[in-house]
């Protein structure tokens, strides 16, 4: 994971402030939790909004793709170098035997 940029945090900021204003009465906006889909895919966008009737649970690290209505991730423009195809590898991927 790369290194967030303050542009990223602001915009999160604003976002879960307004998402929080818009939101049904007892529904919530979570920041940087896991989605569980299956047990080796827990994907962590950067805000949700959830259900009601979890909302107000505190303990919970993670939320089923049930109880989640929106999920939001931030995405910044990248240099066309830090594409994942572009980067350099290391040697031995690279070399044929």
């Given at each position: 994971m790369s290194p967030q940029s303050r542009f990223h945090d602001v915009v999160i900021r604003h976002l879960a402030d307004a998402l929080e204003r818009q939101a049904p009465?007892?529904?919530?906006?979570a920041a940087h939790m896991d989605v569980t889909i299956a047990p080796r895919q827990r994907p962590r966008p950067d805000l949700l909004v959830i259900d009601a009737s979890i909302a107000a649970d505190m303990r919970r690290t993670t939320y089923t793709p049930h109880e989640v209505h929106l999920v939001v991730e931030v995405v910044s423009p990248r240099p066309i170098t830090s594409s994942p195809g572009s980067m350099p590898r290391p040697a031995s991927s690279t070399s044929k035997s």
């Open positions: 009465t007892g529904g919530g906006v």
